[in-house]
């Protein structure tokens, strides 16, 4: 049995046929963005699906859609990236590809694959971080994703690390944790503090206990790993997924994660919780979007 994925990110659009027994992908493109209107979009994603789907039998298969940004339904609510907002854009993309269409958030997208085929596979329970340009996360309870009352549950990167003010966030609010934690906003605070690099080279030299980046550092990974012991509390997952460019290009945010969730989250809650590091790479949206499309 085959699925169709679609990832739309702010750099580049992917499709892929799934084999979904296995989440392997048995064909993929790409294509980097030239032109971010919707008109465009739709096009670009029209031509990547004909050239996957070439050779495949797909007939009737509806195709999933991993997205970065907030959605409700077929509509495009904000997507920073892509400069969108309130764009109807599953029904355009599914009158092109002539099938049915489903609108994921590409972070949801990530979580199912790896629940499915990937870090957390044979679980029903998994609450998955990812700390890469932004910090996010998605919450799957019994093979159900947690969407809330208007889909946007699982925004563990603006939950706020104080309790008033703060640093000021990409989505317009101060103090979330993506403020400190998020890739691009990390990196901007370390040039604001005179420190050269990425986060790689900020652990490097907090882990000598250089100053001042010990204390940034030691402020938002502190945060981060507090933020997801105090989620295991409250979700009890059986399997905590870790991923995404940052975290998994610092050993130690992830051995300080580990050490607190062991030691913070509630007894109860952590026994018998797995922590593993996501394993489908870049793959991950676009396989879980195949999968839940289908
Ligand atoms: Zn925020």
Redesign the pocket.
Known sequence: MLALGIDIGGTNARAAVVEVATGRLLASAKEAWTDRTPENVVSVVQALVSKVTAGHELTGVAAGVGFAGMLRGDVVVNAPNLGWRDVDFGGPLSAALGRRVRLVNDLSAAAWGELKAGAARGASDSFTVFVGTGVGSAIINDDVLLSGATGVAG?F??TKVLADGGRL?????HG????YMGGAKLTEWMAESGIAGTPADLERLALEGATPAKGLYDFAVGHLALAIANQVTVLNPAVLVLGGGVLLRCPGIIKRVTTVVMTRASVTSRSGLRIALAELGDDSGLVGAALLGR
């Open positions: 925004e990167g603006h966030c990409g989505c317009g609010e979330c944790l993506e403020a």
